[in-house]
């Protein structure tokens, strides 16, 4: 939808100049998905994005990145907060009631659960990582992109490169 805005109302556009996206983190992740939609994009390029959020999950948590997942998890708790748009009372009690106590305890995972799946329409935290994830859909070469360039660090420790690695055998 919002490829969709961007193509039809950019002026340049009309006059015959190329639309490119590009997302950084997890903002690639939303514009992979976006392209679902249709391929409306001249190029696009992605950098450092979670392709597979279960797996990125689970290497945020690992303990070498404790520190990195506090910042994040404040990070993001505060955001919701700030704009909850989306977010029923319930939850927002929940997330404050489990965010507060001692964020070092909390994981994404849990925030995730807690608020990014219900919020965007998901039944559970599985359902929202295994239906945003374009890990499998670029794998399978189930997604018609424009010419797409992805850079990623093979050491990035909170993406994991196996995605990536996957994607350069395919």
């Not at 520190?67 to 404050?96: F, M």
Request: aromatic share 6%; with cysteine; glycine share 6%.
């Amino acid at each position: 939808e919002i490829c969709n805005q961007l193509s039809n109302e950019s002026s340049l556009r009309k006059v015959g100049y190329p639309l490119f996206g590009v997302g950084i983190s997890l903002g690639g992740t939303i514009l992979l998905n976006a392209c679902r939609e249709g391929n409306i994009l001249d190029g696009l390029a992605c950098t450092s994005s979670p392709l597979d959020l279960a797996e990125c999950s689970a290497s945020i948590e690992r303990k070498r990145n404790r520190v990195y997942q506090s910042w994040l998890l404040k990070r993001l708790v505060k955001q919701t907060l700030a704009d909850p748009i989306g977010l029923e009372n319930k939850k927002k009690e929940e997330l404050i009631k489990s965010f507060s106590r001692n964020i070092s305890k909390n994981s994404i995972r849990e925030f995730d659960s807690i608020i990014t799946a219900p919020r965007w329409g998901y039944k559970d935290v599985d359902e929202y990582y295994s239906k945003a994830s374009t890990a499998n859909l670029l794998i399978n070469s189930e997604l018609n992109l424009p010419p797409t360039l992805i850079l990623h660090a093979s050491d990035d420790p909170w993406v994991p490169a196996k995605t990536i690695n996957m994607l350069i055998k395919n």
